[in-house]
């Protein structure tokens, strides 16, 4: 085998990664069919039998061209007049022909020619003539065999059933056309410039090995949405056509009743400005006299790094089909689903990118182009984590919607797409927990938009799996009190599963039945927060001492759930304002979407912490004076709501001193006698309250302060 390495074939633009999947198509179908091809960084290799001589005598001497028309559109060279004149030329040549590369060609036009008389007299289908033109094209595509029929199957895709008509993927414009424009007006241009007229044959080592001869003269000829740049040979336009017959949409057909046919084409979604630095909202849409229409969508194309045959590939891109329908845009999957599908069907194809390609409106609105938006990484290996953004596939469309209503606000416009950015970045770095953070804090984010009232239809965070706390264990303290503080409740049954109610997430938010509680009908429906919402999403501090304020007006202190206690360690690093508390809290907000049943029978504990220092003794007064339940002594001191006010005031020294006497009510005697902090710190104290500790650490707690009393209880 020699290998043949195609730096003529590149990831940008499309025309020349098209061109990579046409030459190993026309390779395989007509030259050598024991070959491979392959990515290797930004470069395409094949591997064939042949030399790279008997390469460039093929496609001079022998190569077949696939024929490709569109005599429902533009320029089509089937019908009579002045703008059919060049296409005409070229099929008039090719028809008289004798050689054998254009045997198909010339057998496809006389079936063409044939099937045109049948259907329309003659006559090209007008513009507004849709019965006429699917008429057309479902004879054509009962009649055409063979290479005809992957040239079909790309440029369009019947759809029955329902929705009737036909689906035109965006990757060959609308049906072979862009505007005014022809796709196979100019492939027809590219044959008989290079395979009739053998006049660009200098160009093809270029075209192939992008060696150092020289081009020559430009090609002033459109090359459309593949080479917005239009520098290119007609070589590059010819291999790239015959790379886009082997992405080839289908229709798929839902599976419930009375379910409409879907079209289908590789790899494609609808379009979402966000994963890309130039992300713009604008870039979601077609403009159309000030209109904002349903845009054309992205296409995603993977780079494999094993060798491949044609029919490997082919395959590949047949399992990228993604569901598109014609009622909701270009596409119902977006990119959010795509990610996480392509990431573990890349993983198990051997795929190490997709690149993506935006069919974006530019030149003044009046042309698409195919517009490169980054690359999207795939995972080493399958992460289970990745099933984690599983549960916000029916919420993040909901949201996306709401944040480009007409009058949705700027910040929630921003929001949702900084989340949508996080969202892309965990799919592609899944074992990184800062990833899975960042998405946690953008939807702490949407949630503290919500409450005001901004896009509050969408619903709030859905509920979230055990796994996010694996998948966003970075081994900070921060993390840890943000679990403990998000899962702890007034109580639990036998089974740890949290009391109805008791739990902390309503002071946060108002949920009725899983949504926001709303009072009022149609334009007058507005939220109706309850009363027991304390946390306000503004200072991490303040919400703390709000949550435990409010619980002990309650009479309902607060529990550590089943291994999610807060450690020594990490309470004495926030007590010494070693801890950001607004990070902390705003984890904690989101987290406390996790699914409370599931964690309590199958908790995922974050990592222990690694310093095993004790809180100040002081503090650890006042933490066992508040202690919700019996102490490990038997005792149980009771609840003061004036020693957090006193602290949350700044004056720790009266909050220390009332802990002190209903210890020593309790027959317990500490070494502390008094005790005072600055007032910042005081209220550091008073925020460390709201991260729960288990009845070890208050055991642990109660040693430390007096371990006689243990003694005797034991005794």
């Not at 006559?123 to 005809?148: M, S, Y």
């Not at 505007?179 to 200098?202: I, N, P, Q």
């Not at 995922?604 to 650890?620: E, H, K, L, N, T």
């Amino acid at each position: 085998m020699n290998l043949h390495r195609l730096d003529g074939c590149a990831p940008t633009p499309l025309a020349h990664y098209l061109k990579a999947l046409g030459i190993l198509r026309i390779v395989s179908e007509q030259l050598d069919p024991e070959a491979r091809g392959w990515w290797e960084g930004d470069r395409f290799v094949l591997a064939s039998q042949k030399t790279e001589q008997e390469l460039l005598d093929f496609f001079l001497e022998s190569y077949e061209p696939t024929p490709m028309f569109n005599p429902w559109g533009a320029r089509s060279g089937f019908y009579a007049g002045s703008s059919e004149k060049t296409s005409r030329q070229v099929l008039e040549r090719i028809a008289a022909s004798s050689a054998a590369r254009f045997d198909r060609f010339r057998q496809a036009i006389d079936v063409t020619r044939r099937t045109i008389i049948d259907v329309t007299g003659g006559a090209k289908p007008g513009d507004t003539d849709k019965d006429g033109k699917l008429n057309l094209v479902r004879e054509l595509r009962a009649k055409l065999r063979g290479a005809p029929s992957s040239w079909l199957e790309a440029v369009i895709a019947i759809v029955d059933s329902g929705d009737k008509g036909m689906y035109q993927p965006a990757i060959l414009g609308t049906g072979g056309s862009e505007g005014s424009g022809s796709y196979t007006a100019a492939f027809m241009k590219a044959v008989s410039v290079c395979l009739l007229d053998r006049s660009w044959e200098h160009a093809l080592r270029c075209s192939l090995f992008a060696s150092d001869a020289a081009l020559g003269a430009i090609w002033e000829e459109s090359f459309g949405q593949f080479v917005p740049s239009g520098v290119a040979s007609p070589w590059d336009l010819l291999l790239a056509f015959e790379g886009a017959c082997g992405v080839r949409s289908s229709v798929a057909k839902r599976s419930e009743e009375s379910a409409t046919r879907w079209s289908a084409s590789p790899f494609f979604v609808a379009p979402v400005s966000t994963g890309f630095s130039s992300a713009s909202r604008i870039d979601e849409f077609a403009l159309n006299k000030g209109k904002e229409l349903p845009g054309r969508g992205e296409q995603w194309f993977p780079f494999w790094s094993a060798p491949a045959t044609s029919r490997e590939v082919s395959n590949l891109f047949a399992q990228g089909r993604a569901l598109a329908t014609r009622k909701q845009g270009p596409g119902t999957t977006d990119g959010h689903s795509m990610s996480r599908a392509v990431a573990r069907l890349g993983i198990a194809k051997g795929i190490t990118a997709f690149v993506r390609y935006g069919y974006l409106q530019r030149n003044n609105q009046a042309t698409h182009f195919a517009v490169p938006l980054g690359r999207f990484l795939v995972p080493d290996k399958v992460s289970p984590r990745l099933a984690c953004i599983d549960d916000l596939e029916a919420w993040l469309p909901r949201l996306r919607r709401k944040a480009r209503d007409k009058g949705a606000p700027a910040r929630l416009t921003h929001a949702e797409r900084r989340l949508s950015d996080a969202v892309f970045a965990a799919a592609q770095h899944p074992d990184e927990p800062l990833r899975w953070q960042t998405v946690l804090l953008r939807l702490a984010d949407i949630e503290a938009l919500q409450i005001t009232g901004s896009g509050y239809t969408a619903g709030p965070i859905p509920r979230l799996r055990p796994e996010w706390v694996s998948a966003s264990d970075d081994g900070a303290a921060e993390f840890r009190l943000a679990v403990a503080l998000a899962l702890q409740a007034g109580g639990f049954d036998r089974n740890w599963v949290p009391f109805w109610g008791s739990g902390v997430r309503r002071h946060w938010v108002t949920l009725k039945h899983g949504r926001y509680a709303t009072g009022g009908t149609g334009a007058q429906q507005r939220l109706q927060p309850g009363t027991d919402r304390v946390i306000l999403g503004r200072n991490g501090v303040d919400d703390a001492i709000a949550l435990v304020s409010r619980r002990l007006v309650e009479a309902s202190p607060l529990l550590a759930a089943r291994r999610a206690a807060a450690a020594p360690g990490d309470l004495a690093a926030a007590i010494a304002g070693e801890v950001d508390f607004d990070r902390t809290l705003a984890l904690g907000r989101a987290l406390m979407a996790l699914r409370a049943d599931d964690w309590a029978k199958a908790p995922c504990p974050p990592s222990p912490a690694s310093r095993g220092d004790f809180p100040d003794d002081a503090w650890v007064v006042i933490r066992l004076a508040t202690y919700p339940s019996a102490l490990p002594n038997g005792m149980k001191v009771g609840l003061d709501p004036a020693i957090v006010r006193r602290l949350e005031a700044g004056d720790a020294a009266t909050a220390i001193a009332q802990a002190l006497r209903r210890l020593r009510a309790a027959g317990i005697s500490a070494p502390v006698r008094m005790g005072s902090v600055p007032p910042r710190i005081s209220r550091l104290w008073a925020a460390a309250l709201a991260f729960p500790i288990s009845h070890k650490t208050a055991a642990a707690f109660l040693a430390r302060l007096d371990p006689r009393s243990l003694k005797e209880t034991a005794a």
